[in-house]
């Protein structure tokens, strides 16, 4: 199993990026797949997930309204794309195969593989 994330970087408040996670070594499709962040000196925070077909998205209170998850099957990519962003949306973000933790917290057990994770920075 592998899970490589791309498209991080740096980026004023109120703009975009769009984050992607390539997966191999396993059917993607059949799996839920979560976006999951952690900024300097704080503990992990789960952000998003999306269900096997993408029919269903879940959102943390803190980003609802100005992300998206999405994911291509066909590509075997999971997708975030984020808009107006905050200087506390700064962290290295990751992609991990499972779904939406209980609560909308984060949970390690709920995640068996991770990437290598992306760094977004958002500064003036």
């Known amino acids: 199993v592998q899970l490589v994330e791309s498209g991080g970087g740096m980026v004023q408040p109120g703009g975009s990026l769009r984050l992607s996670c390539a997966a191999s070594g396993f059917t993607f499709s059949s799996y839920d797949m979560s976006w999951v962040r952690q900024a300097p000196g704080k503990g992990p925070e789960w952000v998003s997930a999306?269900?096997?077909?993408?029919?269903?998205?879940y959102y943390a209170d803190s980003v609802k309204g100005r992300f998206t998850i999405s994911r291509d099957n066909a590509k075997n990519t999971l997708y975030l794309q984020m808009n107006s962003l905050k200087p506390e949306d700064a962290a290295q973000y990751y992609c991990?195969?499972?779904?939406?933790?209980?609560?909308?917290?984060?949970?390690?057990?709920?995640?068996?593989?991770w990437g290598q994770g992306t760094q977004v920075t958002v500064s003036s």
């Open positions: 991990a195969r499972g779904g939406v933790p209980s609560y909308g917290l984060f949970a390690p057990s709920q995640y068996d593989y």
């Open positions: 999306i269900n096997t077909g993408g029919g269903s998205t």
